[in-house]
Every structure is written in C-alpha cells, then in structure tokens.
C-alpha cells in the first residue's frame, strides 16, 4: 500500500475526483495528516465513513512501526529504534528540556559513509538515503507520542545517523513541510542542521530564503588531528569549512554552532583549546563541548570532569562563547547509531 504521506495535493485531489469527491476534501485530508495524534482514516471525522474506508484500502498514514525504546518520558532523551517497511532501522530521539520544550532529533540516512572514528553510526558505512517521507514520517512520529501526553513537538536537531548535506534535497523536502503553516508549523529557526562540514553543502543551506540554524561538527582545530578522527576532512580542511561557515554567517547573520568532542587524551588538551579558540577568534560563533559518549566497540575515553572544565575555561579565557552540553542520552546509547547496532541481530 502506498503512503499517503508521499502523494502530492495534485495526485490526491484527482485521485479523490475519481471517486467523485469534491476537491475540497484533498485540503481537508492534508489538515489530517499534520494533526498530532491523527495515525487512522476512522479518524478524520469530518470526511464521508465510505470515504474514510476506500481511502484506507489504497493507502497508509504510517509506514514505520517502533522495534525498541530506550528511556522513558521522564527521562532527558527518549530513544526510539524506528522500523522502515524494507526491514532496515534508524534511530529517532525526543529530547525533554527544563523548560519543558520538546525536540526531535532525526535520522538522514541508514548508516552513514562519514566514518568518524568515534562514531557509531558509520561503523558499517552507508546502507541507502531515507527518502523525504521517511524523515517527514519521524517528526510525525515525534510529534504522535507528545500529542499522546498532551506535549508538542516545537524543535528538532538534524542529529541522528547520517549526514545530512549527503541528503539534502531529501532533507530539505521534508523539512519545507516540517514548516510549513499547513504542515507541522515549526519554524527553521527551531531547526538546526549539524553537519560533518561540507562546505558545498554549507553553501546551500546559506543560499535558503529561510535558513535553518547550521551547527559544524569541527572536534578539532587543524587538519592533522582532524584527519585522524574524521577521515571526511582530507581533501576538505579547516580552512575551508571555516570559510563556508563564515560565508554562511555573512548571508543569513546566523551565528554558527561548532560542535566540539571531547575524546580523552585526542582533542582534549589546554595547547587543543587555544588552538581552537586562535581559529575562531573574531567570529560570532558558539562552541558546544559535548564529552564523548562511549560506545562499546571504540577505544575512546572520556575526559575527566576537571579536564572538560579546564578545556570550558580556556575558550572562556580568549572570549570564545561556549556551551557544556550534557550528556542527555548516556543511558540510553544516545551516541548516534548505538541502540542500531545493539539490536543488530535481535
Ligand atoms: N553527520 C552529522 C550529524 C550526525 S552526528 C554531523 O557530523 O554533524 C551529531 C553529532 O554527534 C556530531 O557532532 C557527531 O560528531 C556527534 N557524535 C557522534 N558520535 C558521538 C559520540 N560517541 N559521543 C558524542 N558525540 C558523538
């Protein structure tokens, strides 16, 4: 059965003609799908009870159903490992904050081919891009089990497994119904886009009427320990993704997110510090230091309290803006492509 989620207005009004349908009823049917909560035909009480059954003979609402969660709605991140109908799983995340805001972080691709050495999610590579309707189909989702609580989903973080600029044109037709008022109604600037730094891709996302918040996975400040941990660096560089950046800052006067890894005795030393913070001195940037979630088959360590703060206070020092984000899904294998794995075979 095809998922209605993926037929445009156009084929849904002629198909409704068909059934003799005036062609109002293809806008009242849109409305439908965008409301949280709304997963059956039987539910969208203002169409016809024939029409509501012949619609449910030809299509479906959802094609994905959850094969495992992590943590609970109490807890700071929600995992959920989502099954698409080709047997294949990706990971979709509901992150609860203090102020009581709720946020999705979504998948791009199955796998990913950027293998970061510390990340979970491109330890088998790339299995194939998620179509538009697949990403669409995790907001939806998202914003289901909130509805369900009386909760709405009002951000979303380009966060979980792939790379997003590897899919963008997938991505980006997701997100323009993501936002729009006849969609979800979540604004780009509640969106944030982390990419691996792609400066091509960086360039599109400068180039969008709206653009979404851009966050860069940087982990290091010169290529040679870049290269080391992120293999997708040779042939790219610092410089050159601290230029997209800026280029990126200049169109959309949008302060930049660079993501920051802590991995002990890597990237974590004060001469590392100082060095990062020399490369984006002068920018009106944010470094977001995010300690290193273990994952079970990687070598890599935490730093230590006293060495994240330390690492903090050196960007601190040379005026560098900082976040400590904490590690909401330690828990619950929120490192990307974790929860994948563990159920591998299960
Ligand atoms: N491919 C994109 C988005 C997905 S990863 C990107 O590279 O930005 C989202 C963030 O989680 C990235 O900054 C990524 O480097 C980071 N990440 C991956 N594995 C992690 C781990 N084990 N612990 C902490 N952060 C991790």
């Known amino acids: 059965m095809k998922s209605l989620l993926s037929v445009p207005l156009s084929e849904l009004e002629s198909r409704l003609a068909l059934l ?26 203002n169409l016809p009870k024939p029409l509501r059954e012949a619609l449910s003979q030809e299509f479906t609402l959802r094609t994905m159903h959850v094969a495992a969660i992590l943590g609970t709605e109490t807890d700071p991140a929600e995992k959920f490992l989502l099954e698409l109908e080709d047997g294949n799983r990706i990971e ?23 293998r970061c050495a510390f990340c979970a999610s491109g330890l088998d590579g790339v299995v194939r891009n998620l179509t ?48 729009s008022e006849n969609g979800l109604g979540i604004g780009a600037r509640k969106i944030t886009i982390s990419t691996v730094g792609i400066p091509a891709g960086i360039q ?38 601290l230029r997209a950046a800026d280029n990126y800052f200049e169109k959309t006067g949008r302060r930049v997110t660079y993501e920051y890894i802590l991995l002990s005795g890597i990237n974590d030393a004060p001469e590392n510090a100082k060095e990062l913070a020399g490369r984006l001195r002068g920018r009106n940037a944010l470094v977001n230091l995010i300690p290193y979630n273990p994952v079970d088959e990687l070598p890599f360590r935490t730093p230590s309290r006293e060495k994240v703060q330390q690492f903090a206070q050196i960007l601190e020092s040379y005026g560098i ?3 400590l984000r904490h590690r909401k899904g330690e828990k619950i294998n929120a490192a990307c492509g974790q929860l994948r794995r563990s159920r591998k075979d299960s």
């Open 20 to 45: 003799g349908q005036p062609r109002f009823r293809a806008k009242q049917i849109q409305k439908w799908l965008f409301t949280p909560g709304v997963t059956q035909f039987e539910q969208m009480t």
């Open 92 to 114: 979709a995340v509901i992150l609860h904050n203090e102020q009581g805001q709720h946020s999705l972080c979504a998948s791009t691709q199955i796998g990913c081919a950027m």
């Open 132 to 179: 538009s309707g697949e990403i669409l189909e995790q907001f939806l989702f998202a914003a289901d089990v909130l509805a369900s609580r009386g909760q709405r989903l009002s951000h979303a973080v380009i966060m979980g497994m792939g790379e997003p600029t590897a899919n963008l044109d997938a991505l980006l037709d997701a997100l323009s119904t993501v936002t």
């Open 204 to 241: 599109r996302l400068a180039e969008l009427d709206h653009p979404y918040h851009l966050a860069i996975s940087l982990h290091a400040p010169n290529d040679e320990l870049r290269t080391r941990i992120m293999p997708s660096n040779c042939g790219t560089g610092v410089s050159a993704i």
């Open 321 to 323: 803006q900082i976040a």
